[in-house]
């Protein structure tokens, strides 16, 4: 079975930027779309974007615009998370994620990273 991981994470401040890796390994996972979510102590994990195996794009709409931006390599089997103008409130554990795409935007995905912290101060 595949395996996600993911990198990147980290403590920093706010306003800064912070690309966030995630590696795939293995059947399904080398070929599936993917995607990144996050969770808060106490609170949901939360989506924030997917992409497709062909590079189409999708984000949450309660998050901010322009400040998440996805992309992949396929040939390097590899996924980012880039978050520019990080605010205290992005401070989270962030995992990436692979499903069918309207499972990640809309249910709950079959394959999870361990997730990577992410702490911003002010």
């Known amino acids: 079975q595949g395996q996600l991981v993911e990198s990147g994470g980290g403590s920093v401040q706010a306003g800064d930027s912070l690309t966030l890796a995630c590696s795939a390994s293995g059947r399904p996972l080398d070929t599936y779309n993917r995607g990144w979510y996050r969770q808060t102590p106490g609170h949901e994990r939360e989506f924030i974007a997917a992409?497709?195996?062909?590079?189409?794009?999708?984000y949450s709409e309660k998050l901010e615009k322009g400040r998440f931006t996805i992309s992949k390599d396929n040939a390097k089997n590899m996924v980012w998370l880039q978050i520019d103008n990080l605010k205290p409130e992005d401070t989270a554990v962030y995992y990436c994620v692979g499903d069918f795409v309207d499972t990640i935007i809309n249910g709950v995905p079959k394959y999870w990273g361990r997730g990577t912290q992410v702490t911003v101060s002010s």
């Open positions: 992409i497709t195996w062909s590079g189409e794009t999708f």
